[in-house]
């Protein structure tokens, strides 16, 4: 089957009590200069990880794990193979042999944490298993067979065991001459040559490599993509595009002046334990993002190789069954996920007023925040925001469609809280509930 050239849009109004759901280095609620006026703003990164939370509560996609520490992932699955526990009885043996591994086919160890990456790994939990299988394969010494000048010849292929324990002891000398002023660790000098000796590692095998890349993705890494910088032929390009959510007004930004009281404080000592301010505010956002499904449903099946600028395997129906689940759990998430930032303080739980689904076959997908350049102001007659915010989003797309024609939409649905006589022309595209407005366009 060819790609689709299907585009899924997501727009949202959600109006929001009090808080500061995502903070800036200050501390306080994050903000952008749009149309001229500070709008409140929350960053797309906070978006994504409270979608990749609310996955992970309800168990309804695969998440991984963004982390420094890929070496305890791994060495959790290892412990469920008694095997292997029972051969590599040593904690530090198993430590020091997967760091090995990791440090060939990931990212360099942090200096000061020897237990960490030094660089944040985004991983699946099916990798990590391929991980835990190449670890268990390559942990022996092993031979090969190799051809020299015409003559056969069967070499030692050094395991993960011979070459951790080689490290330790390049990492014992190096110790050692470091503490006599050298201040090199990653080499040392040869009795014999008086060449560097450099630090052992494990080869890289590209069967192995394989294997790691044909891996099964999770969900979240098949949608929001990942880089690594020292395997970049591991990358993912993400499918998905989130914007960073900001308010269809202007805003002010506000302080709350707080005390805490001593409960044991003597009568004659009044006064607080402490005191302090954080900000806050209060905003009626627009939130936008874009699937492709096509580039979602090559990442989850792992056809993204291309070969002279085309891809080098079709898309099948079940790939695309595989992308619409994870489409779904998207807008699911979209709609019921909520930033968690300082919630203990504000509880700012509030759910979308408006929702629009758009699916589009070619065509250019459209972001609806130019319909909020102006701010949406109340007036005498009408100081509903959310409303005003509704009705300004519904008469941007109904500009839109008249000016650029429908530019490849399939289905379009819509959801709302009593905003029916607000919706223009997506009036006769409302549904009566958020799974009913999924269903019309998935």
């Known amino acids: 089957m060819n790609d689709s050239g299907i585009k ?120 990590i298993d391929v991980c835990a299988e190449m670890i268990k394969e390559l942990w022996d010494d092993g031979t090969k067979e190799v051809t020299k000048k015409g003559k056969k010849e069967t070499v030692i292929i050094k395991g993960i065991a011979t070459i951790a324990n080689e490290v330790r002891e390049f990492e ?78 202007k805003v002010d930004m506000e302080m709350d002046f707080y005390t805490a009281v001593d409960d044991l404080n003597p009568s004659d000592e009044p006064g607080a334990g402490m005191m302090g301010v954080i900000g806050f505010n209060s905003a009626c956002y627009y939130r936008y993002a874009l699937v492709d499904r096509d580039q979602l449903a090559r990442n989850l099946a792992r056809k993204t190789d291309r070969k002279n600028g085309r891809w080098t395997e079709a898309l099948g129906e079940s790939d695309y069954q595989e992308a619409d689940k994870v489409i779904r759990a998207f807008f699911d998430a979209m709609v019921y996920a909520v930033p968690t930032g300082k919630q203990n303080s504000f509880a700012a739980q509030n759910l979308p007023s408006f929702g629009l689904f758009v699916r589009r076959q070619s065509g250019v997908p459209i972001s609806l925040a130019n319909a909020f350049a102006k701010p949406v102001r109340p007036t005498r007659d009408d100081d509903d925001t959310i409303g005003l915010s509704v009705a300004a989003l ?7 469609s008249k000016v650029y024609g429908r530019q490849g939409i399939h289905s379009v649905a819509c959801f709302h809280l009593g905003y029916g006589d607000r919706l223009n022309g997506l009036g006769s595209f409302a549904k009566d509930s958020v799974n009913e407005a999924i269903d019309a366009v998935i």
Request: hydrophobic share 30%; with cysteine.
């Open 8 to 127: 899924f849009e997501v727009h949202l109004i959600q109006n929001f009590a009090p808080s500061n759901l995502n903070r800036d280095d200050t501390g306080q609620p994050k903000s952008a200069f749009f149309g001229g006026f500070r709008r409140a703003r929350v960053s797309s990164q906070c978006g994504k990880r409270a979608v990749r939370d609310w996955w992970r509560e309800q168990g309804t996609v695969s998440v991984g794990d963004r982390t420094k520490r890929l070496q305890q992932l791994i060495a959790d699955r290892l412990m469920q193979d008694e095997g292997f526990m029972g051969k590599v009885k040593e904690e530090e043996d198993r430590k020091a042999g997967i760091r090995v591994f990791t440090e060939a086919y990931y990212s360099g160890t942090d200096k000061k944490k020897p237990d960490n990456t030094s660089v944040l790994i985004f991983i699946g939990p099916a990798e």
């Open 172 to 249: 014992a000398k190096s110790g050692a001459k470091k503490e006599d002023g050298d201040e090199s660790p990653e080499s040392e000098d040869t009795e014999d040559t008086g060449k560097k000796k450099k630090r052992p590692k494990l080869g890289v095998v590209k069967e192995i490599e394989d294997q790691i890349k044909s891996a099964q993705i999770s969900a979240d890494i098949a949608l929001f993509g990942r880089m690594l910088a020292e395997q970049p032929g591991r990358n993912t390009d993400g499918a998905c595009q989130v914007a960073h959510p900001i308010s269809t007004h």
């Open 394 to 400: 519904t008469m941007h797309w109904d500009t839109i």
